[in-house]
């Protein structure tokens, strides 16, 4: 069974967490929040340390903590 959770930074409504057994996913209302969409934690105290990083500017700190990248982030190898 999942949870759901609203996120909020400085009370505003940034994003949804859901959970399951295998962790938070953070969904996006938009904005900067927007990098972060899509992207799985361990914990729900991780996705919201994430945010608020990302809040704050700290971009790389939030990157950091997510478990796995979105698909778009992902490269495929150049064709010969």
């Known amino acids: 069974m999942s949870k759901a ?6 009370e505003t409504g940034v994003g949804l967490a859901i959970g399951d057994d295998r962790g938070f996913t953070f969904y996006s209302a938009g904005g ?11 914990s729900l105290a991780q996705l919201q340390q994430a945010v608020r990083a990302l809040a704050d500017g700290r971009r790389d700190v939030a990157m950091a903590l997510a478990r796995s990248p979105r698909l778009s982030d992902l490269r495929l190898p150049a064709a010969a």
């Open 5 to 10: 959770h609203i996120i909020e930074v400085r």
């Open 32 to 42: 900067r929040f927007d990098a972060l969409d899509g992207r799985e934690f361990a």
